[in-house]
Nanobody, 115 residues
Framework: QVHLVESGGGLVQPGGSLRLSCAAS????????LAWYRQAPGKPRELVAM???????DYADSVEGRFTVSRHNAKNTIDLQMNSLKPEDTAVYYC?????????WGQGTQVTVST
């Protein structure tokens, strides 16, 4: 059975940092792509960052240079280091795993950037 367990959300002041982690288990083979998405109130869910099993990464323009995604293939974990956080980064962040033709989602973790 597939499980995605996220951790690391919380409240941080503008300019601060947070690190999100997602542990994926239950896959018969390593997933091709691990990613983080986010959804702010009243807005559609958007891709934040992704990393493939080969190490290729991609970022949303709004987080390029501030966020860093990393993956540990042996453990099927994906981390998102978020620096220089802005109020507009406030959202629920979701871990996503693409495995073969399937897409799996975590339960989401709240990130709030505010004074």
């Amino acid at each position: 059975q597939v499980h995605l367990v996220e951790s690391g959300g919380g409240l941080v002041q503008p300019g601060g940092s947070l690190r999100l982690s997602c542990a994926a288990s239950g896959f018969a083979s390593p997933p091709y792509r691990l990613a983080w998405y986010r959804q702010a109130p009243g807005k559609p869910r958007e891709l934040v960052a992704m990393v493939t099993s080969g190490g290729t990464t991609d970022y949303a323009d709004s987080v390029e240079g501030r966020f860093t995604v990393s993956r540990h293939n042996a453990k099927n974990t994906i981390d998102l280091q978020m620096n220089s956080l802005k109020p507009e980064d406030t959202a629920v962040y979701y871990c996503n795993v693409a495995w073969r033709t399937m897409s799996y989602w975590g339960q989401g973790t709240q990130v709030t950037v505010s004074t």
